[in-house]
């Protein structure tokens, strides 16, 4: 499996909202602002990126879990900033605490759960499971 992955190994992700990232994408009568699906998207992507250095071979890190809250709205235009600190390892899941901000405030926090596998047999797994 993946080297040891140190607590406290972080990566960050970032993006600006566009108006592909808002409610109102989706629903029209929604408020223009970053959606929470699109915010988790920015918090997994960071949380990859802590741990996809640590891996070997065809390994990649999988999300398992999310615990997320949205705390404030940012609309078109924010850069938006999602950091992901290693907080914890269970033997086969990592918890990874995520934060997002914008130009002004924190937006959105909580953890993620990520585990590793090798993609190879991740995709033989997946073609069975169509069969």
Known sequence: MARPIPIGARSTAEETVEFQ???????????????????????????FHALQPYCEGDEITVG????????????IGAKVRAEAVLESFDGKFYTIRVTARDDTQEIGRGTVGRAVVRMGKFMEKMKRARS
């Open 21 to 47: 990232h808002t409610l109102t994408s989706h629903h029209p009568e929604l408020p223009p602002v970053y959606s929470t699906p699109d915010m988790i998207r920015l918090m997994e992507i960071a949380a």
């Open 64 to 75: 398992t879990s999310i615990n997320i809250e949205h705390r404030a709205a940012s609309g």
